[in-house]
């Protein structure tokens, strides 16, 4: 399974938008890029997820870059329930949906 | 409303017991994942089962094993041989994997 890296941490103002990156170098051509969000002490949620075009959802954004290699999950107008760790995961569907999350990206939004 | 159920949500044992965590889902899923996750570290999978009556190891299956008798359960045990079993265990479920897993609240495990 490729790998993802995510800056450790990331501050936002409240109503402004987020843009949280992700670097997954190695994706290979049929690998999805997904991304989660775990409040604390909760279960991970499930935000969006994408293969090469980029994809919008009620709750986010999701932006990736033409040649796969990194993306950008944008919150549009951030809320303080917002705060949050992110999670950026690669996933081969034929490799029974099982992945590795990494440490993600703690998302502090301000007032 | 259709979900995973984990219980219980906090878990006291002590050192050498072993433990039984359980995870149910009345989402009609086929594939059940067990994850472990350490203070302010991701998840990393333990095991996991795609159908019933079959199941898989995953990065750290030493010291946990786990049954699917159901469709709709899929208990973890973490045994005496897992030698730091404190921590925050989810269970997962997803239908067809392309929409994603849907997760339970969690087990908190601490071990005294």
């Known amino acids: 399974d490729a790998k993802t890296t995510q800056p450790p941490s990331m501050d936002c103002a409240e109503g402004r938008a987020a843009n949280l990156p992700c670097n997954h170098s190695?994706?290979?051509?049929?690998?999805?890029v997904y991304w989660y969000r775990q409040i604390h002490s909760q279960g991970p949620q499930y935000i969006i997820h994408?293969?090469?075009n980029n994809e919008t959802n009620e709750m986010a954004s999701l932006i990736i870059t033409e040649d796969r290699k990194s993306s950008t999950l944008i919150l549009p107008h951030a809320t303080l329930r917002d705060t949050a760790v992110y999670y950026c995961?690669?996933?081969?569907?034929?490799?029974?949906?099982?992945?590795?999350f990494g440490d993600g990206t703690t998302l502090t939004v301000k007032p | 409303d259709g979900g995973i159920t984990q219980s219980p949500k906090y878990l006291f044992r002590k050192e050498g017991q072993n433990v039984t965590l359980s995870c149910e889902q009345n989402?009609?899923?086929?594939?059940m994942y067990w994850y472990r996750q350490d203070p302010g570290q991701g998840l990393r999978l333990i095991y996991y089962?795609?159908?019933?009556?079959?199941?898989q190891k995953g990065d750290i299956a030493e010291g946990y094993s786990v049954s699917r008798e159901k469709k709709e359960s899929f208990p973890l045990t973490v045994t005496s041989a897992q030698k730091n079993p404190t921590a925050f265990y989810l269970c997962?479920?997803?239908?067809?994997?392309?929409?994603?897993?849907?997760f339970g609240s969690g087990t908190r495990l601490t071990v005294v």
């Open positions: 997962a479920s997803t239908e067809d994997y392309l929409n994603g897993y849907t």
């Open positions: 190695t994706i290979s051509g049929n690998e999805y």
């Open positions: 994408g293969l090469k």
């Open positions: 995961i690669v996933l081969f569907l034929n490799n029974a949906g099982k992945s590795t």
């Open positions: 989402l009609n899923h086929d594939a």
């Open positions: 089962s795609q159908i019933v009556n079959d199941f």
